[in-house]
């Protein structure tokens, strides 16, 4: 896991080492030379040279000299900054593109050195890497800032989306400061913590008075001191997270904290990384791993399947779903080894047909559609889609503060893969106008049916589902909740005939020298 200290943008280290080291490298290729072949040629040693191109060492006018001399360029041409041909490309790419300049490589224990040798010596590999990587964030019409999260998104499946390291922290914090977990602490005990160690003031604020800023669940004002500024129209049990994130900020030593949430625009990968640090400390502060796992045995156990008893854990351990099943997504690959798992946060706007998926987490395959911007509509089957629209219908029986929880088995008809979701839904507080639903789903096998004793349950509907409206071979006959034509089914099993077709065809004409 990458530690608390700075990283240095990409951007930042194309400096004249590298980019000397990277021209040197493109001369001896355009004449032919390997390294010993210029070692022999300017007196300098095969390491010495090793180090230059890969921009560990700048060396001084003399050996530069004899380096100019040895490839039969001008020593301006070697210590000029300017790039011309493919290392121009390589430099625009990584200055001008904010995708790319910005993609955190080191996550995946790629350097910098890496990325450059890369481009240097295989520059068509290189150009491939980059136009994979372009076509992806175009595909989904992403922008830095959904590039950024995908990548998070990735590095936590990488993961298993389980950090030993933040386990630890948040114990030790526990224990050092006799943290109350039963009952959990107060919002007012927090607001003193928050004062008295971190530094930082908190209190209730009526953000009323900014109509742009309602909608956001806290803002913090840096500043001596750093002030934290709570919407009043949350409850007390709501404050305790935005209290708890700020402990994290501060006991990781993150300077620069999350201004407002939801998050308005991040800067730079390293707040995305920042903030889900904090995040990921909150939620083991607040539900410890192994009073979890107690907890969790117990509801697996059972033969019978009982969403009032997650229910009663949510006012336990006074959490909101969204908390409570994204924890339970770290806890279960970390402590009971389920692998295979997703997080879905669905929201839907009453009175309107669309549904966006706001956050997902698919580990280690896709079980569901990836992709926040995907521009088709989910299977009205799925439990966390169904189960908005009858939250909507639960609303109009003026049932505002309704938290509905189903189980659904949902088989896939193209993978194959069944899934157990849990969904729990409910109305925004902060927007009444929109519905939210998270949902944790578990793909069924041998391993979970062993260790889920309550997947039997006949109370459990089991649903055939697909992907999305667009992708569903059924007709509007085969299923009534269809909000949108199978285009997409339809061309695809059109292409499929013609290339059958067009085989058969060759087969057919082969011994004739018929070609095609």
């Not at 300049?101 to 150009?127: D, H, R, W």
């Not at 709501?238 to 994290?248: A, E, P």
Request: net charge positive; glycine share 4%.
């Amino acid at each position: 896991m990458p530690n608390k200290d700075k990283k240095t943008p990409f951007t930042d280290k194309l400096n004249i080492r590298y980019i000397f080291g990277m021209k040197l490298r493109n001369f001896r290729h355009e004449k032919g030379y390997g390294l010993k072949e210029l070692a022999a040629l300017t007196g300098l040693s095969v390491s010495y040279i090793n180090e230059i191109e890969k921009g560990k060492k700048y060396p001084k006018a003399e050996k530069i000299m004899n380096l100019a001399d040895g490839l039969g360029v001008g020593y301006d041409d070697l210590v000029s900054i300017s790039m011309t041909g493919r290392l121009a490309k390589i430099k625009e790419l990584f200055l001008s593109s904010t995708v790319l300049g910005s993609f955190p490589f080191q996550l995946f224990g790629i350097t910098f050195e890496n990325v450059i040798e890369l481009f240097t010596a295989s520059p068509k590999k290189a150009a491939a890497l980059i136009s994979t990587l372009m076509e992806i964030s175009r595909a989904y019409d992403m922008n830095v800032e959904q590039f950024f999260l995908a990548s998070l998104r990735a590095f936590q499946e990488m993961h298993n989306n389980y950090f030993e390291e933040f386990e630890e922290l948040a114990e030790e914090y526990a224990d050092k400061h006799k943290w109350k977990r039963f009952p959990p602490a107060t919002r007012e005990e927090l607001i003193s913590t928050l004062r008295k160690v971190h530094g930082v003031e908190a209190r209730v604020a009526d953000f009323s008075l900014y109509p742009e800023l309602s909608g956001q669940r806290f803002i913090f004002l840096p500043g001596k001191p750093p002030q934290l500024l709570l919407n009043d129209q949350l409850n007390p049990s709501q404050h305790v997270y935005s209290i708890v994130l700020q402990i994290g900020y501060s006991e990781l030593k993150i300077g620069k904290h999350l201004r407002t949430s939801p998050w308005k625009k991040f800067g730079s990968f390293e707040e995305v990384m920042d903030n889900f640090r904090a995040s990921y400390f909150a939620g083991a502060l607040m539900i410890n791993r192994f009073q979890a796992e107690k907890e969790i045995q117990e509801l697996f156990q059972s033969k019978t399947w009982d969403g009032e008893a997650i229910l009663k854990l949510l006012k336990h351990h006074e959490v909101t779903p969204e908390t409570f099943l994204h924890r339970l997504s770290q806890i279960l690959p970390g402590l009971f080894k389920i692998n295979e798992l997703h997080f879905l946060r669905f929201e839907h706007m009453i009175g309107k047909n669309d549904i966006r998926l706001t956050k997902e987490l698919n580990m280690p395959r896709t079980l569901v559609p990836s992709g926040v911007s995907l521009d088709e509509h989910y299977c009205r089957r799925w439990l966390p889609v169904s189960l908005l629209k009858e939250l909507e219908t639960e609303q109009t029986k003026l049932k505002p503060e309704k938290i509905i929880i189903r189980a659904q088995r949902a088989q896939f008809m193209e993978s194959g893969n069944e899934v157990l979701f849990i969904s729990i839904g409910r109305a925004l507080r902060l927007n009444s106008k929109i519905n939210r639903c998270v949902s944790l789903g578990l793909r069924i096998d041998k391993a979970l049916k062993a260790k889920v004793k309550f997947l039997n349950d006949p109370e459990i509907p089991i649903k055939e589902v697909n992907q999305t409206c667009e992708r569903c071979p059924l007709d509007e006959n085969q299923c009534l909740v269809r909000t949108a034509p199978h285009n997409v089914y339809t061309r695809e099993k059109e292409e499929k005939l013609l290339n059958q077709r067009l085989e058969k065809l060759v087969t057919e004409n082969r011994n004739k020298n018929l070609q095609i």
